[in-house]
């Protein structure tokens, strides 16, 4: 279809490939990335998504979901090993055969984001969603485990969770079974040490899902800081990197200044932070949403555009306390408000460091960071100068 002309052309259209950094648009984008003091990094975690983040001008990666990492048919049978075995031992052995895959995704975003930012999330889904669903998967890994199908099936079953959103996933993995969190940072650090003997510059930046306290993060942020130093001994060299973590429950909201003395960034999960808010799941409230749009009571999609007169309150303010215990914490906000031009003039507002959205939203987001420069705070000459003095 040519919207310009209105056409509908029958069969395939020979394309080219849109270039933002050239031309008039690319010169349109420069005056852009002058002006806004918010910094744009994208959602990405395959190779192939980082690269088009970097040529659409994102300035790093603010969300790697490990998860998807793990569906690969080459690792999907070791990460279900590793859930349904009986014992700590069963799961480090099939942690072990899943960490050179993973190091090896690490290594391809650090090589595509070299010298930008990189914040990987370490697991954040409840265990049973990479199990079987069929008897005859169930079959397979049941003879691959030396098990009967029914223990297969047993296991599975005690894995189910009535409200699985709200249950065993997150930190709460790595608080029960810390050679998950082990396993992730000797792949996230080891990769990093060895991209940096290539000439790779990176940054790699540790994020802890869905904690509630500040206990929670001590308690990850330890199993992290241990196994680092072990690496460190091993190589004879050491890396640095940091930890954060992203606020996605009201209760670490509310208790910001307090998690702020243990996290280097904070990342705004706005997703899960709208649903848990709003108590309300984005996937099956569609239709509430529109009765409620219609009378009113919402006047646009919470779930697109942030609720600034409720979730945006929490989201102010564990911006304010978090920065009150650490200046320097680095804020950013990695739900689908990162790319919706409205949520981020809010986001400018609060102060945050930078926004992340998909790689096709990053130059919307770029041109709406700069107006919200322009219209809520100062132009990045004026932040520059301000730094200085």
Not at 112 to 122: A, E, N, Q, S
Not at 150 to 177: D, F, I, Q, W
Not at 204 to 222: F, Q, T
Not at 244 to 249: D, N
Request: hydrophobic residues 35%.
């Amino acid at each position: 279809m040519d919207g310009g002309k209105g056409q509908i052309i029958e069969g395939a259209v020979p394309t080219v490939k849109a270039d933002t950094n050239s031309g008039n648009f690319g010169r349109f984008m420069g005056w852009v990335d002058e002006i806004r003091t918010m910094h744009v990094r994208a959602n990405a975690e395959t190779p192939a998504d980082a690269k088009q983040a970097m040529e659409f001008g994102a300035e790093g990666i603010g969300l790697a979901r490990t998860e998807h990492m793990f569906f690969d048919p080459k690792r999907i049978s070791d990460m279900r090993t590793m859930i349904l075995s009986d014992n700590e031992e069963g799961r480090r052995k099939a942690l072990a055969r899943l960490l050179p895959y993973q190091k090896e995704d690490f290594k391809q975003l650090y090589r595509t984001m070299d010298g930008f930012p990189v914040v990987i999330r370490l697991l954040d889904p409840p265990l049973h969603e990479f199990l079987p669903h069929t008897d005859a998967e169930m079959q397979e890994l049941a003879d691959k485990m030396g098990k009967t199908l029914n223990e297969v099936k047993n296991r599975s079953n005690s894995l189910h969770e009535m409200n699985p959103m709200l249950g065993h996933r997150g930190c709460r993995l790595a608080v029960t079974y810390p050679e998950i969190c082990e396993m992730q940072t000797r792949a996230i650090l080891e990769a990093a040490m060895e991209c940096r003997e290539e000439g790779v510059k990176v940054v790699p930046e540790i994020e802890v899902p869905l904690i509630g306290s500040k206990k929670e993060l001590d308690i990850v942020k330890n199993i992290i800081d241990t196994t680092a130093q072990k690496i460190f001994a091993e190589k004879g060299k050491s890396i640095e990197y940091e930890v954060g973590t992203m606020i996605e429950l009201p209760r670490a909201a509310l208790m910001a200044e307090e998690i702020a003395d243990s996290a280097q960034f904070f990342g705004f999960g706005t997703n899960d932070l709208t649903q848990t808010t709003l108590g309300m799941s984005r996937d099956d409230t569609g239709a509430i949403l529109d009765c409620y749009r219609s009378k009113g009571i919402y006047v646009a999609d919470p779930f697109a555009s942030i609720d600034v007169e409720g979730v945006g309150k929490l989201v102010k303010r564990a911006c304010e306390y978090g920065r009150q215990t650490n200046p320097e914490l680095l804020l950013g906000v990695c739900g689908e408000h990162g790319g919706d031009p409205k949520s981020i003039e809010f986001f400018q507002q609060c102060g945050l460091d930078y926004v992340s959205c998909s790689p096709f939203r990053v130059p919307v987001a770029r041109l709406a960071a700069a107006q919200a420069a322009v219209k809520f705070g100062k132009t990045q000459k004026e932040h520059k100068s301000d730094k200085a003095a």
